[in-house]
Each structure stands twice: as C-alpha cells, then as structure tokens.
C-alpha cells in the first residue's frame, strides 16, 4: 500500500501563488509516475501535471505557463507551484501515484482562489 498526504492548499486571491505538496509513503516502487488532479465543484475531476520518474513533464493546456510539477525521488515528494492563480482554479487537488500493481490518490487539499 501507499499513503499520499497533500498539503499546501488554501485561500488566495486572484494572480496569487501557492505551493501544494504531496508526501509518499509505503510501498513506493521505482518508476512510478506521479500526478496532480483537480476537482471543481459540479465537474469531472480532470488532470492538471504528470511528472515521471524520470522527470518528464506534461500539464493540462489550462495551467501551461503558470503551473510548474517537480519531485524530489529521494523523500518520495510531489510538489505543484501555482502562479497566476484564476478563480477557475478553485478546486480541490488531488495527489496520484501510478506504478506497477498499483494506483493511489491522497485524500485532497482544497484551493480556492478570490476575484
């Protein structure tokens, strides 16, 4: 099993900054892909980063340009910078761990960003 413990959400105002991090426990393997999902309100929860093992990178075409996915390997952490923070961002984010045999979420950190 793996646990994922987010952190870094809260109240923003709009063209803010904030800075989530996701912590990885348990029964990590190597080459595991790790990602940030959102979830609004009313909508589908969607795919905002993926960052691979490697440190390849890929991000949703809505935060291209403001958000910014990094890990550090060696404490097994996520991280997700947040610039230019839109209203539309306003959602709970969610930490994804994909690897071999299996595929875990964290329980969520709210973002809510103010016009």
């Known amino acids: 099993q793996v646990q994922l413990v987010e952190s870094g959400g809260g109240l923003v105002q709009a063209g803010g900054s904030l800075r989530l991090s996701c912590a990885a426990s348990g029964s990590i393997r190597s080459g595991n892909t790790m990602n940030w999902y959102r979830q609004a309100p009313g909508k589908q929860r969607e795919l905002v980063a993926t960052i691979t093992s490697g440190g390849f990178t890929n991000y949703a075409d809505s935060v291209k340009g403001r958000f910014t996915i990094s890990r550090d390997n060696a404490k097994n952490t996520m991280f997700l910078q947040m610039s230019s923070l839109k209203p539309e961002d306003t959602a709970v984010y969610y930490c994804?761990?994909?690897?071999?045999?299996?595929?875990?979420w964290g329980q969520g950190t709210q973002v809510t960003v103010s016009s």
């Open positions: 994804n761990v994909e690897q071999l045999f299996g595929n875990y």
